[in-house]
């Protein structure tokens, strides 16, 4: 029954244990007397030696010391003279002391076999338990792609798992023994010296490597390193993780060329538009003086000498005066345009209703002689620049109120075309002369004129103007119209705060 | 060149002037008038300095002063003028070409007391400027030390 189970597990119950004793005595007994039966003498006290030795071993010393006593009893009953008698006879008596002494020296060390044999395999088990958590480790870090490899002080690679194989192209058996340095042909990006001080220091280094791999190309990596100390605190190995940033660092050098060449052109716009803004300055100054004294002494001349001036050199002065005043308001015009395109935004929430009611009393000094029918919409909230939008909206009606001069019934309808989910898109439409849609793309131009300027004033920048601040709002002007019909003017401006 | 005056006009260009000046005439204001033509006489004439060495103690009761100016601009006349404690109260009236809003915003926070586009339109430019000197020149009450009236 001891067989089944593994060599040196014992008989839990105690009832089992005792009762092996009793049967080995019993079974060695036995034996003995069936062989007593041919004549086969003195193999007693061997089966009875080896019954005890069986008892110690399998079921511990308190069986083995019953079986002692039995085999001592057995012995003295069935093979010692006079037989079937328990009486000993005291010639006999060192003979039997020498029998349990035996048995007893024998049973002993059954017992310290045992234990040593115990420790062995418990030993041995726990020695491949380790081994088998270290290979599990070991293919552990073979899973992970990332390289890493172990190094002794002299640099000499003890470790190379399959991300290092996968990176630099070594097998483990190709790295293993090899000097890393020389294998890698590691680049520094400081002086090595400087690195180990550091490692020996703070145990780490972290940093950029340049290394080469085993087809030659060159390979940049991030690469961390911890060192390994023994027990005496005696730095014994270099663990090192590596990451392929090759691609990372190509990739950052082109971000910087593309920066650098951002800077330059920065630059360049930079100075464009400050050029431009020169360029304006100079105009809002320089050319305004000479047109000031233009009309400032044709009007003392006309002041002086209209007595002697005959009507056709009257119409002429007039004339002299009207193309200079013409010249400043196109000045300011161009001026006022120009700045759009300049100054920064200010956005803020700006209500059109609020708007559309400060335009309408500006212009009313000219529409209150005037019957024109208004028609205002509810009209939104929008972010935007409030100045530019009312600008915006100053050039939209004041057009409206201009075109629509020579209607007796004059109507200006302002509203909100569509609600589009990310905008406002608003309108003024008035039932002036209207346009021909064939011009529609000379509307919005700087100083495209659908009109002669005897028709209808102006200087064909309102429109230039109303589309460069849609378009800075970020958003869409287009018109429709008819000759004689009226035209429509839409513009849209996203909702969203730019 | 009248050394007594109570405006102090600083101009370089001379049609500005006679066109100035024909606006001041209207209100006989012209003889109050002396006539610096750029920053460097504008502020001898403040610190008695130059041609204007021996003049009559006393401050301006305005100075009209264009922006842009030969050798010493407008803003730096300014500049200076508001930085000197016996000069920062006469009132400075910039009068300029420009409408520009950096010249505006430079000028107000250097202290400027009003700042006048000239118009294009001579009808205009005549109403400011006279508007300009019977205001400074006759209604303001100038700080002490002015110039006194003839």
């Known amino acids: ?498 | 060149m009248d050394l007594f005056g109570r405006i102090l006009m600083v101009e370089d260009d001379p049609r500005d002037r006679e066109l100035t000046m024909t606006a001041l005439e209207e209100y006989n204001l012209s003889n109050e008038v002396v006539i610096a033509v750029d920053g460097e006489e504008a502020l001898d004439y403040l610190y008695h300095r130059g041609k204007f060495t021996g003049r009559v103690n006393g401050n301006p009761a305005v100075l009209l002063l264009d922006l842009k100016l030969p050798k010493v601009d407008g803003l730096e006349v300014l500049q200076q003028i508001k930085s000197d404690e016996k000069l920062r109260m006469i009132p400075v009236v910039v009068l300029t070409s420009s409408r520009e809003e950096r010249d505006m915003v430079a000028s107000y926070k250097l202290g400027v007391n009003a700042y006048v586009v000239k118009p294009v339109d001579f009808h205009e430019f005549v109403n400011a400027i006279k508007e300009l000197g019977v205001f400074w020149a006759i209604i303001n009450e100038p700080p002490p030390g002015s110039i006194k009236k003839k």
């Not at chain 1, 008892?55 to 057995?74: D, F, N, R």
């Not at chain 1, 193309?323 to 929430?349: N, V």
């Not at chain 1, 601040?469 to 869409?476: F, N």
């Open chain 1, 1 to 498: 029954m001891a067989q089944d189970k593994p060599p040196l597990a014992r008989i839990p119950a105690a009832l089992q244990r005792y009762g092996l004793a009793v049967v080995s005595v019993g079974a060695a007994l036995g034996i003995a007397l069936l062989l007593g039966q041919y004549r086969f003498r003195g193999v007693e006290f061997p089966l009875f030696l080896f019954a005890i030795a069986l008892s110690v071993w399998y079921a511990g010393i308190g069986p083995g010391i019953v079986a002692v006593l039995l085999s001592s009893v057995a012995f003295d009953f069935f093979f010692t003279e006079p037989l079937y008698t328990l009486y000993v006879r005291t010639s006999e008596v060192p003979y039997y002391i020498l029998f349990i002494l035996f048995a007893s020296l024998l049973a002993w060390f059954s017992a310290l076999r045992r234990r040593v044999e115990m420790a062995l395999v418990r030993s041995r088990d726990e020695l491949q338990q380790e081994v088998e958590l270290r290979t599990q480790q070991a293919s552990l870090l073979d899973l992970t792609h990332d390289t890493i490899f172990v190094r002794d002080m002299n640099h000499v690679i003890t470790y190379w798992n399959r991300g290092a194989q996968e990176l630099f192209g070594w097998t483990a058996e190709e790295a293993l023994g090899k000097h890393s340095r020389q294998l890698l042909r590691t680049v520094f990006p400081v002086a090595i010296e400087e690195i180990e001080r550091e490692l020996l220091r703070t145990d780490r280094w972290e940093g950029e490597l340049e290394r080469a791999k085993a087809d030659g190309t060159a390979v940049v990596v991030a690469s961390r390193w911890s060192l390994r100390r023994n027990d005496e605190g005696i730095p014994v190995a270099i663990l090192e993780t590596n990451n392929d940033i090759t691609q990372r660092k190509r990739g950052e050098e082109e971000v910087l060329k593309l920066n650098q060449k951002l800077g330059e052109r920065t630059t360049e716009l930079e100075a464009i538009n400050k050029e431009l803004e020169a360029f304006a300055y100079s105009i809002s100054h320089d050319l305004r003086a000479p047109l000031r004294h233009v009309v400032g002494y044709a009007e003392m001349l006309e002041k002086n000498a209209s007595k002697v001036l005959d009507e056709k050199s009257r119409r002429y002065m007039t004339t002299i005066l009207e193309s200079a005043k013409r010249m400043g308001i196109l000045i300011d015009d161009l001026l006022a345009f120009s700045r759009i395109g300049r100054a920064e935004t200010r956005q803020t929430l700006v209500s059109l209703d609020q708007l559309v009611k400060e335009v309408r009393s500006e212009v009313a000094q000219e529409t209150d002689a005037r019957n024109i029918s208004w028609k205002v919409g509810a009209l939104p909230e929008l972010y935007g620049d409030r100045s530019m939008l009312k600008l915006a909206l100053v050039n939209l009606i004041s057009n409206a109120v201009k075109f629509t001069r020579t209607r007796t019934q004059p109507q200006i309808e302002i509203g909100c075309a569509e609600r589009p989910s990310d905008g406002v898109v608003m309108f003024v439409k008035d039932n002036g002369v209207g346009f021909d849609m064939k011009y529609v793309n000379k509307l919005f131009g700087v100083f495209q004129r659908l009109h002669r300027a005897d028709e209808f004033e102006g200087t064909g920048i309102g429109l230039a103007t109303v589309q460069r601040i849609i378009h800075r709002h970020g958003g869409q002007v287009w018109a429709e119209g008819l000759v004689d019909q009226g035209a429509t003017f839409f513009f849209s401006v996203p909702s969203q705060r730019r």
